[in-house]
Protein backbone atom coordinates (compact mmCIF):
# COMPACT_ATOMS: atom_id res chain seq x y z
CA UNK A 1 0.00 0.00 0.00
CA UNK A 2 2.95 2.30 1.08
CA UNK A 3 4.71 1.62 -2.16
CA UNK A 4 1.37 2.16 -4.00
CA UNK A 5 0.89 5.47 -2.53
CA UNK A 6 5.05 6.28 -2.99
CA UNK A 7 4.08 5.56 -6.71
CA UNK A 8 0.85 7.53 -6.89
CA UNK A 9 2.75 10.58 -5.40
CA UNK A 10 5.47 10.22 -7.57
CA UNK A 11 3.84 10.19 -10.71
CA UNK A 12 2.10 12.98 -9.51
CA UNK A 13 4.62 15.28 -8.64
CA UNK A 14 7.54 14.72 -10.83
CA UNK A 15 7.97 17.17 -12.95
CA UNK A 16 10.09 17.47 -16.43
CA UNK A 17 12.13 20.73 -16.89
CA UNK A 18 13.54 21.96 -19.88
CA UNK A 19 17.52 23.85 -19.49
CA UNK A 20 20.77 24.22 -21.42
CA UNK A 21 21.67 20.57 -20.65
CA UNK A 22 18.38 19.03 -21.68
CA UNK A 23 14.98 18.24 -20.16
CA UNK A 24 15.70 16.76 -16.61
CA UNK A 25 13.94 15.13 -13.61
CA UNK A 26 14.83 17.32 -10.26
CA UNK A 27 14.84 15.00 -7.59
CA UNK A 28 16.15 17.09 -4.62
CA UNK A 29 20.12 17.82 -5.63
CA UNK A 30 20.15 15.35 -8.66
CA UNK A 31 19.17 16.00 -11.88
CA UNK A 32 17.99 12.87 -13.93
CA UNK A 33 17.92 12.86 -17.73
CA UNK A 34 14.08 11.50 -18.59
CA UNK A 35 16.18 8.69 -19.95
CA UNK A 36 18.14 7.98 -16.42
CA UNK A 37 14.71 8.71 -14.90
CA UNK A 38 12.78 6.18 -16.38
CA UNK A 39 15.17 3.62 -16.45
CA UNK A 40 15.25 4.09 -11.91
CA UNK A 41 11.57 4.57 -11.83
CA UNK A 42 9.87 2.96 -14.48
CA UNK A 43 8.69 -0.54 -14.32
CA UNK A 44 8.15 -1.41 -18.24
CA UNK A 45 11.38 -0.23 -19.71
CA UNK A 46 13.66 -2.84 -17.80
CA UNK A 47 14.39 -4.87 -20.83
CA UNK A 48 15.17 -1.32 -22.82
CA UNK A 49 17.36 0.25 -20.04
CA UNK A 50 20.78 1.14 -20.80
CA UNK A 51 23.49 -0.08 -18.51
CA UNK A 52 24.14 2.56 -15.82
CA UNK A 53 28.08 2.16 -17.14
CA UNK A 54 27.24 4.70 -19.79
CA UNK A 55 27.19 7.58 -17.20
CA UNK A 56 30.49 6.83 -15.76
CA UNK A 57 33.66 9.71 -17.49
CA UNK A 58 35.75 7.80 -19.98
CA UNK A 59 39.47 7.43 -19.39
CA UNK A 60 38.62 7.88 -15.24
CA UNK A 61 39.09 11.76 -15.61
CA UNK A 62 36.11 14.12 -15.09
CA UNK A 63 36.61 17.15 -16.99
CA UNK A 64 35.50 20.51 -15.43
CA UNK A 65 35.52 24.24 -15.91
CA UNK A 66 34.69 26.95 -13.26
CA UNK A 67 32.38 30.07 -13.95
CA UNK A 68 32.89 33.22 -12.64
CA UNK A 69 31.26 33.84 -9.07
CA UNK A 70 33.36 32.17 -6.83
CA UNK A 71 36.06 33.64 -4.19
CA UNK A 72 39.77 32.85 -4.10
CA UNK A 73 39.02 30.80 -0.52
CA UNK A 74 35.74 28.96 -2.18
CA UNK A 75 38.12 27.88 -5.90
CA UNK A 76 40.60 26.55 -3.16
CA UNK A 77 37.68 24.79 -1.42
CA UNK A 78 36.81 23.03 -4.79
CA UNK A 79 39.65 22.06 -5.65
CA UNK A 80 40.46 20.87 -2.43
CA UNK A 81 37.49 18.46 -2.40
CA UNK A 82 38.53 17.40 -5.85
CA UNK A 83 42.21 16.46 -4.66
CA UNK A 84 41.08 14.50 -1.51
CA UNK A 85 39.26 11.94 -4.16
CA UNK A 86 42.02 11.91 -6.25
CA UNK A 87 44.29 11.18 -4.25
CA UNK A 88 41.73 8.35 -2.95
CA UNK A 89 41.41 6.79 -5.86
CA UNK A 90 42.88 6.45 -9.69
CA UNK A 91 40.23 9.38 -10.49
CA UNK A 92 41.45 12.66 -12.48
CA UNK A 93 40.08 15.94 -12.63
CA UNK A 94 41.14 18.08 -15.68
CA UNK A 95 40.04 21.41 -16.03
CA UNK A 96 39.35 22.29 -19.57
CA UNK A 97 39.86 25.06 -22.28
CA UNK A 98 37.76 23.86 -24.65
CA UNK A 99 34.16 25.98 -24.35
CA UNK A 100 32.80 22.72 -26.58
CA UNK A 101 33.90 19.79 -24.95
CA UNK A 102 31.67 17.67 -22.91
CA UNK A 103 32.23 19.08 -18.85
CA UNK A 104 30.81 19.77 -16.11
CA UNK A 105 30.45 23.71 -15.78
CA UNK A 106 30.73 24.17 -12.05
CA UNK A 107 28.66 27.60 -11.64
CA UNK A 108 26.76 29.51 -8.88
CA UNK A 109 23.35 29.98 -10.92
CA UNK A 110 21.28 29.60 -7.81
CA UNK A 111 21.18 28.88 -4.00
CA UNK A 112 21.17 25.47 -4.43
CA UNK A 113 23.69 22.55 -4.45
CA UNK A 114 23.02 20.25 -6.87
CA UNK A 115 24.31 18.16 -9.73
CA UNK A 116 23.71 16.14 -12.88
CA UNK A 117 24.26 12.54 -12.46
CA UNK A 118 26.95 10.97 -14.19
CA UNK A 119 28.61 11.77 -17.50
CA UNK A 120 26.32 13.28 -20.36
CA UNK A 121 28.89 13.98 -23.07
CA UNK A 122 27.64 18.04 -23.11
CA UNK A 123 28.47 20.43 -20.84
CA UNK A 124 26.32 19.84 -17.45
CA UNK A 125 25.98 21.82 -14.90
CA UNK A 126 26.73 21.31 -11.07
CA UNK A 127 25.54 23.88 -8.91
CA UNK A 128 27.37 25.38 -5.47
CA UNK A 129 25.77 28.45 -3.84
CA UNK A 130 26.52 30.11 -0.80
CA UNK A 131 26.02 27.53 1.95
CA UNK A 132 27.41 24.42 -0.25
CA UNK A 133 30.57 25.91 0.40
CA UNK A 134 31.84 22.81 2.51
CA UNK A 135 34.18 20.34 1.53
CA UNK A 136 31.84 17.43 2.01
CA UNK A 137 28.43 18.70 0.00
CA UNK A 138 31.58 19.96 -2.74
CA UNK A 139 32.44 16.14 -2.75
CA UNK A 140 28.51 14.83 -2.48
CA UNK A 141 27.53 16.35 -5.36
CA UNK A 142 31.22 15.78 -7.25
CA UNK A 143 30.05 11.90 -6.45
CA UNK A 144 26.53 12.68 -8.19
CA UNK A 145 28.43 14.47 -11.61
CA UNK A 146 30.60 10.92 -11.64
CA UNK A 147 27.51 9.03 -11.35
CA UNK A 148 26.24 8.12 -7.82
CA UNK A 149 22.76 8.48 -6.47
CA UNK A 150 21.71 8.59 -3.21
CA UNK A 151 22.76 5.75 -0.51
CA UNK A 152 19.20 5.63 0.86
CA UNK A 153 17.10 4.49 -2.56
CA UNK A 154 19.50 1.70 -3.16
CA UNK A 155 17.59 -1.32 -4.26
CA UNK A 156 18.37 -3.38 -1.46
CA UNK A 157 18.43 -0.39 1.50
CA UNK A 158 14.47 -1.94 3.02
CA UNK A 159 17.35 -4.89 4.48
CA UNK A 160 19.02 -1.72 6.19
CA UNK A 161 16.78 0.85 6.82
CA UNK A 162 13.22 1.52 7.17
CA UNK A 163 11.96 4.71 5.88
CA UNK A 164 9.10 6.43 7.22
CA UNK A 165 7.04 7.52 4.85
CA UNK A 166 4.51 9.02 7.71
CA UNK A 167 7.00 11.56 8.67
CA UNK A 168 8.34 13.15 5.67
CA UNK A 169 7.02 15.98 4.34
CA UNK A 170 4.43 15.22 1.42
CA UNK A 171 5.85 16.46 -1.50
CA UNK A 172 9.93 15.36 -0.38
CA UNK A 173 8.47 11.65 -0.67
CA UNK A 174 9.40 11.02 -3.78
CA UNK A 175 13.25 11.79 -2.83
CA UNK A 176 12.85 8.24 -1.13
CA UNK A 177 11.60 5.80 -4.08
CA UNK A 178 13.74 2.99 -4.07
CA UNK A 179 15.43 2.62 -7.41
CA UNK A 180 15.14 -0.32 -9.52
CA UNK A 181 17.25 -2.81 -9.94
CA UNK A 182 17.64 -2.57 -13.65
CA UNK A 183 18.91 1.02 -13.35
CA UNK A 184 21.52 0.39 -10.79
CA UNK A 185 25.13 -0.79 -11.37
CA UNK A 186 25.97 -3.71 -9.12
CA UNK A 187 29.81 -3.34 -7.85
CA UNK A 188 29.82 -5.89 -5.12
CA UNK A 189 30.21 -3.43 -2.29
CA UNK A 190 27.22 -3.80 0.59
CA UNK A 191 25.19 -0.81 1.57
CA UNK A 192 26.56 1.62 3.22
CA UNK A 193 25.66 3.95 5.94
CA UNK A 194 28.96 6.01 6.62
CA UNK A 195 28.49 6.70 2.82
CA UNK A 196 28.37 10.64 1.88
CA UNK A 197 25.55 9.91 -0.08
CA UNK A 198 23.61 8.80 2.86
CA UNK A 199 20.47 11.26 3.67
CA UNK A 200 20.60 11.80 7.63
CA UNK A 201 17.80 10.43 9.42
CA UNK A 202 15.75 13.65 10.05
CA UNK A 203 15.80 14.52 6.29
CA UNK A 204 12.31 16.40 5.08
CA UNK A 205 11.07 15.59 8.21
CA UNK A 206 7.37 17.02 8.65
CA UNK A 207 7.11 16.35 12.37
CA UNK A 208 10.55 16.38 13.92
CA UNK A 209 10.41 12.35 13.85
CA UNK A 210 13.18 10.34 12.20
CA UNK A 211 12.63 9.54 8.60
CA UNK A 212 15.16 7.47 8.32
CA UNK A 213 15.47 4.78 10.92
CA UNK A 214 18.41 2.12 10.58
CA UNK A 215 17.66 -1.43 11.05
CA UNK A 216 20.70 -1.73 12.84
CA UNK A 217 20.96 -0.06 16.36
CA UNK A 218 24.18 2.45 16.80
CA UNK A 219 24.72 3.53 13.28
CA UNK A 220 25.18 7.39 12.22
CA UNK A 221 24.03 8.10 8.68
CA UNK A 222 24.21 11.86 6.81
CA UNK A 223 27.62 11.99 7.18
CA UNK A 224 29.61 14.76 5.46
CA UNK A 225 32.81 14.50 6.63
CA UNK A 226 34.26 13.44 3.74
CA UNK A 227 34.39 9.59 1.29
CA UNK A 228 33.45 6.44 3.39
CA UNK A 229 35.67 3.19 2.96
CA UNK A 230 32.94 1.88 0.48
CA UNK A 231 32.72 5.63 -1.45
CA UNK A 232 36.10 5.04 -2.29
CA UNK A 233 35.80 1.04 -3.09
CA UNK A 234 32.82 1.93 -5.38
CA UNK A 235 34.75 4.57 -6.88
CA UNK A 236 37.85 2.32 -7.55
CA UNK A 237 35.29 -0.06 -8.93
CA UNK A 238 33.71 1.98 -11.62
CA UNK A 239 37.27 4.04 -12.65
CA UNK A 240 40.78 1.74 -11.37
CA UNK A 241 39.55 -1.04 -13.31
ZN1 LIG B 1 22.59 14.39 -3.35
Not at 123 to 148: D, T, Y
Not at 210 to 216: E, G
Amino acid sequence: MQHCLTLLLLLTSSRISSQDSGAFYNEDDMRLSAQQWKALRSQHSARNAMPWSIYYWPQSTLVYSIASGFSKAELSLIAAAMDKISAQTCLRFRRSAQPREPQVVIQRKDAGCWSYVGYLGLRQELNLGRNCMLLGIVQHELLHALGFRHMHTDPRRDNFVRIAFENIMPEKQRFFVRDTVQGTADLGVDYDYASIMHYGPFAFSKNGQRTIVPLQGDVHIGQKNGLSAKDVLKLSRIYCT
